[in-house]
């Protein structure tokens, strides 16, 4: 069975810099897809960033980047030039190509300090 | 586009009453999910659907029950309250093609059983 871990409950990181939180999961399979999702306090999860297993390069959308090396089956995201509503739950998911099922990790609360 | 709306937002129950958590969603999304999230422990799924009026049952189905008789609605009933169903209810959707699959939330219901 898949399984996704999150090792970091909590993490702070002052305003401006870079953080990186961990993500490592266990799967048997070839074909799948990474996640991360940010909660803020308003509670809605919303999308941060995606990968796909078969794409070497790694992701980014902004500010945000992931480290995505599959031999060791690892997903980090970098969130760079930390902004303080960049404060949420961070949550690393996984799923399976072609099925319906995504697995999440228990998450990272990420503090920003002014 | 409202995306995906849940109501309500916040319950209290007595042990023993029944309700029905709402989930709507307007784009056109076949698969759709319920997932209990409590603290430190992630997103567990309920159940599921991949579309109107075919429903299955997720890691954590005891105590619960769906329907989808439209592509839009996917309700969630709660049968015989019990305090270990105290947790935020997240409804989500996503298209049902073989794409990546970005999930859609809800902004969550807060269920608290007393």
């Known amino acids: 069975a898949q399984t996704v871990t999150q090792s970091q409950p909590e993490m702070s990181v002052q305003e401006a810099e870079t953080v990186t939180l961990s993500c490592t999961y266990d799967?048997?399979?070839?074909?799948?897809?990474l996640f991360w999702y940010k909660q803020p306090p308003s509670r809605q999860m919303i999308l941060v960033i995606r990968q796909e297993a078969y794409k070497q390069q790694n992701a980014t959308e902004n500010r945000f980047s992931v480290n995505f090396q599959k031999a060791a089956k690892s997903f980090s995201l970098k969130i760079s030039d930390s902004q303080l509503g960049d404060a949420a739950m961070y949550f690393c998911?996984?799923?399976?190509?072609?099925?319906?099922?995504?697995?999440f990790g228990t998450g990272t609360r990420l503090k920003v300090l002014a | 586009n409202a995306g995906v709306t849940q109501t309500p937002k916040f319950r209290i129950l007595k042990i023993g009453q029944s309700m029905t958590l709402q989930c709507t969603q307007d784009m056109n999304h076949n698969y759709m999910y319920w997932y209990r999230q409590d603290p430190g422990m992630g997103l567990k799924l309920i159940y599921y659907s991949v579309g109107a009026g075919i429903t299955d049952k997720g890691e954590v189905p005891n105590g619960y029950n769906v329907s989808r008789s439209t592509t839009e609605d996917f309700p969630l009933r709660l049968e015989l309250a019990a305090p270990s169903q105290t947790s935020v209810y997240f409804c989500?959707?996503?298209?049902?093609?073989?794409?990546?699959?970005?999930?859609?939330f809800g902004e969550g219901s807060r269920l608290t059983v007393l």
């Open positions: 989500a959707s996503r298209e049902g093609s073989w794409l990546t699959g970005e999930l859609f």
């Open positions: 799967t048997s399979e070839s074909d799948y897809y």
């Open positions: 998911a996984y799923k399976t190509s072609g099925t319906y099922k995504y697995i």
